[in-house]
């Protein structure tokens, strides 16, 4: 499946809050993530443009791989995530650790979620407050190939709406890596 989304800068959050809740979407509990990302032991994946992490929320860890980001209007990338059992993160960092992969640096971040049903598509909103680098929004949803042009659209039209603007095209571990985190 792909990924689509586009990320933007936040100057206030209430408001865009208040904008999403006129639109009906449905807010859902903060959550703390901290994103561990690791660089493949013979390519380097900042020159590849692909991502490995292990997303950690509680006591739940997820491992995903992102592919190349695609061309378009909005950031567009295959995407390959697969839980992992309770409190076993720890245990993975350092299986990949052994087998040569260098862990890179870990993004955390306090993500509250917002969903939305429009025109027979899911999205998922977020406000993101990035430790060290700031608040942003996301707005996101997921396609095929076939289904990619009309997804890149209606994240473009949706983010719009909502007044975003600004678009941030770098993940949160590039922005933290140029800042030297």
């Known amino acids: 499946m792909l990924e689509v989304e586009l990320k933007f800068p936040l100057n206030d959050a209430a408001v865009l809050r208040e904008r999403l809740a006129a639109l009906g979407a449905a807010e859902h509990p903060a959550v703390t993530q901290s994103d561990a990302y690791y660089n493949h032991p013979a390519r380097d994946f900042a020159q590849t443009d692909e991502a490995l992490r292990i997303r950690t929320v509680g006591d739940d860890s997820v491992v995903t791989y992102k592919g190349p980001k695609q061309g378009g209007g909005a950031k567009t990338r295959f995407e390959l995530e697969l ?10 960092g350092e299986v990949l650790t052994r087998l040569g992969f ?27 407050e990035v430790e060290g680098l700031g608040v942003f929004s996301e707005v996101e949803t997921i396609a095929d190939e076939a289904d990619r042009d009309a997804a890149e659209q209606a994240v473009q039209g949706l983010a719009a709406e909502l007044e975003l603007s600004d678009a941030e095209p770098r993940s949160y571990l590039e922005m933290l890596l140029n800042a030297g985190g």
């Open 83 to 92: 839980p992992l059992a309770d409190a076993t993160a720890d245990g993975w």
């Open 102 to 128: 260098r862990s890179v640096a870990t993004v955390r971040k306090s993500r509250t979620p917002f969903t939305l049903q429009r025109d027979g598509r899911s999205f998922e909103l977020t406000i993101d």
